[in-house]
T-cell receptor
Framework: SQQGEEDPQALSIQEGENATMNCSYK?????LQWYRQNSGRGLVHLIL?????REKHSGRLRVTLDTSKKSSSLLITASRAADTASYFC??????????FGKGTRLSVIA | NAGVMQNPRHLVRRRGQEARLRCSPM?????VYWYRQLPEEGLKFMVY????????ESGMPKERFSAEFPKEGPSILRIQQVVRGDSAAYFC??????????????FGPGTRLLVL
């Protein structure tokens, strides 16, 4: 199965701290994407990293990809209460559909 | 440019009734994907469609579920004779080009189906 697994399942931090979430997968991929989902809402695309890339930044987000370890991490720096959400990694291989993990539920306490 | 639109946002059905979920992709997008999400779970792929064609329905149950994306109008996910286990959030996503793995998918707000 290509399903990703996010770790930890839940994370609670204070506002201003950094949050790190990890994603592991089992097969080779073309790219890996991170999405955010606020409670009761749809998914919002955050960042895409291709298999030949190692690191990518977007604002307060930093994503790394280690294809040798089949893992990715999402770092949110200087977290805010508004970052409270579930975060999912999703990966693709060729024309396969997006395969999502169960997500990490992040709570940022003001 | 409006995002992906889904309606209704909430749908309540009794067991045995039909549920019809609609999805209008972003303007210029010709690829539509349907996903199902159970509480506290990630999204599970159901079906991938292009205009008038089903490309991949490997995630869709073979009975009671069907999907279409006609030349004109929204994509429809139809669930016949609903059962309580169909209660979930159903999300539609769209992308502009071929190759699900190559482009970002843009998600709608979802339809939350409750079967009584």
């Amino acid at each position: 199965s290509q399903q990703g697994e996010e770790d930890p399942q839940a994370l609670s931090i204070q506002e201003g701290e950094n949050a790190t979430m990890n994603c592991s997968y089992k097969t080779s991929i073309n790219n890996l994407q991170w999405y955010r989902q606020n409670s009761g809402r749809g998914l919002v695309h955050l960042i895409l990293i291709r298999s030949n890339e190692r690191e990518k930044h977007s604002g307060r987000l930093r994503v790394t990809l280690d294809t040798s370890k089949k893992s990715s991490s999402l770092l949110i720096t200087a977290s805010r209460a508004a970052d409270t959400a579930s975060y999912f990694c999703a990966m693709t291989r060729g024309n396969t559909p997006l395969v999502f993990g169960k997500g990490t539920r992040l709570s940022v306490i003001a | 440019n409006a995002g992906v639109m889904q309606n209704p946002r909430h749908l309540v059905r009794r067991r045995g009734q039909e549920a019809r979920l609609r999805c209008s992709p972003m303007k210029g997008h010709s690829h539509v994907y349907w996903y199902r999400q159970l509480p506290e779970e990630g999204l599970k792929f159901m079906v991938y469609l292009q205009k008038e064609n089903i490309i991949d329905e490997s995630g869709m149950p073979k009975e009671r579920f069907s999907a279409e994306f006609p030349k004109e109008g929204p994509s429809i996910l139809r669930i016949q004779q609903v059962v309580r286990g169909d209660s979930a959030a159903y999300f539609c996503a769209s992308s502009p080009t071929a190759g699900q793995g190559q482009e970002t998918q843009y998600f709608g707000p979802g339809t939350r189906l409750l079967v009584l």
